[in-house]
């Protein structure tokens, strides 16, 4: 009964933010990494940001450094991707996945949610 559920995504203009939530059942998170990974029409999906669940280090991809914070919330079973200063090619439809094995390849990732659209344009 393993499931993730995004949410938060919407319509901003650039510039703008947005707070990604994932919401995760039927697993505890401490133990897997929690990544975020988005995929645009016509592109691979790639990898985002990263959290461990052992140490809590966390891992961004060079276009979300300085933009993009990934965090755990109060109730554990949550993580949040805060994304400021939006640009229109982050535009993409955002998933949040889990893994003990990989963070930011997508390939290594094991438990996916459907996924929240994010469209960035004025």
């Known amino acids: 009964q393993v499931q993730l559920v995004e949410s938060g995504g919407g319509l901003v203009q650039p510039g703008g933010s947005l707070r990604l939530s994932c919401a995760a059942s039927g697993f505890t998170l401490d133990y897997y990494n929690i990544g975020w990974f988005r995929q645009a029409p016509g592109k691979e999906r790639e990898g985002v940001s990263c959290?461990?669940?052992?140490?809590?280090?966390?891992y961004y991809a060079d276009s979300a450094k300085g933009r993009f914070t990934i965090s755990k919330g109060d109730a554990k079973n949550t993580v949040y991707l805060q994304m400021n200063n939006l640009k229109p090619e982050d535009t993409a439809v955002y998933y949040c996945?889990?893994?003990?094995?990989?963070?930011?390849?997508?390939?290594?990732?094991?438990?996916w949610g459907k996924g929240t659209l994010v469209t960035v344009s004025t």
């Open positions: 959290i461990s669940g052992i140490n809590g280090r966390t």
């Open positions: 996945a889990a893994s003990q094995n990989g963070c930011l390849r997508y390939d290594r990732m094991d438990y």
